[in-house]
């Protein structure tokens, strides 16, 4: 069935970076905020100031999770303990809210400026999936889920939506832990085993993986076929137009 085995019959998309093309202007946002910060830090406590990596420290510690989980873990990977603060802090606090609420201003400045474009391919197999009548969900760590569904003219083509408020409000834990992905796929009646995981970030292949998804695609815009494939992919592909060449070849 379009480039995956038959026994697959729900259809499980992550948004950015797999159905949208803002998984680089996620990463460019966490690059302003955590440099802001860390050149702030460097100067404050008189050591050498070591940038983030928008692609390591990027794809390692952040892409794919939620928010505040981005924020500690990069935070922890550089033995950097902050107060967890509030969701009131000021953007650019020294507290895991303050900064993450930074993040997300120039997350949502950068959106508004640049508008967002969805990946052809992947619009293509969605609307392949839906003439077929087969059920797809977007299930996203962000909170900006629907907002970006929207800009990107995508957002009537699901069934189910599991994003960042949704696991707030249900008390899901993030990416890699597989919830998200599970809740989505109990939401359209599909048992895990017949379910497809659609993922560029390793945190994402990794849930697919953890839940026992039938089949976890990693979708490799950057170059990291072999780490997706370590952290759960059971294969990659570099688009999703490359399914549908294959389906049509088979
Ligand atoms: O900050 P948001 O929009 O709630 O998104 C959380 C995360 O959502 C994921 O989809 C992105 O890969 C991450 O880069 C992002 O940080």
């Not at 970076?17 to 990463?27: D, E, F, I, P, R």
């Not at 997350?107 to 392949?128: A, D, F, K, T």
């Amino acid at each position: 069935m379009l480039g995956l085995p038959d026994h697959i019959r729900a259809f499980l998309f992550d948004l950015d970076g797999v159905l949208t093309q803002t998984a680089k202007v996620h990463a460019a946002a966490w690059k302003d905020m955590f440099d802001t910060f860390l050149r702030a830090e460097a100067e404050r406590t008189d050591e050498e100031f070591v940038p983030f990596d928008p692609v390591v420290d990027y794809d390692t510690y952040v892409d794919g999770k939620p928010r505040l989980d981005g924020t500690r873990d990069f935070l922890a990977s550089r033995e950097i303990e902050l107060p967890e603060g509030s969701p009131a802090d000021p953007p650019g606090t020294r507290s895991i809210q303050g900064l993450s609420s930074a993040k997300n201003d120039t997350v949502l400045r950068l959106i508004r400026e640049q508008g967002v474009q969805p990946y052809p391919g992947s619009v293509e197999y969605l609307h392949r999936l839906r003439v077929l009548g087969l059920p797809r969900a977007v299930v996203s760590s962000s909170a900006n889920c629907r907002d970006v569904l929207r800009a990107a003219g995508i957002d009537g083509l699901f069934d189910v939506i599991v994003d960042g408020e949704v696991a707030k409000r249900d008390h899901l834990p993030g990416k890699p832990a597989p919830d998200t992905y599970l809740a989505a796929a109990r939401a359209l009646g599909t048992p895990p085993e017949h379910a497809a995981v659609f993922e560029d970030a390793l945190a994402g292949v990794a849930s697919g993986r953890a839940g026992g998804f039938g089949t976890v695609v990693g979708v490799d815009r950057t170059g990291q076929a072999a780490a997706l494939r370590e952290h759960g992919a059971d294969l990659v592909v570099t688009d999703l137009a490359d399914l549908i060449d294959q389906g049509e070849g088979a």
